[in-house]
């Protein structure tokens, strides 16, 4: 599975993730071997994400809009979890 993009929407009641990935295959949509696999991907995904913001220094800003509503676009540098930093069931 190739991750492509994870949106994260902050919600009253909880978080929603939507994570776009391209698979040759894999499990039936709406199966628990799907929701474990796009789990894992989404979890891995975050994590890269974190390491990439590191200390802050290397964001660059990409664009910003909105006057009240604002929204910012932030671009980071992909950095690749150590695997012994990845914790089974984190």
Do not use: C, H, W
């Amino acid at each position: 599975m190739n991750l492509q993009r994870l949106v994260l929407t902050f919600k009253p009641g909880g978080l929603e993730v939507r994570t776009l990935y391209r698979s040759k295959g894999g499990p039936n949509p709406g199966t628990k071997a799907r929701r474990r696999e796009v789990a894992q991907l989404a979890r891995t995904g975050l994590l890269e994400a974190l390491e990439a913001f590191g200390d802050g220094e290397t964001v660059e800003d990409l664009g910003t809009s909105g006057y009240e509503v604002r929204e910012d676009i932030l671009g980071l540098p992909t950095a690749s979890p150590a695997p012994q930093k990845l914790v089974k069931g984190a």
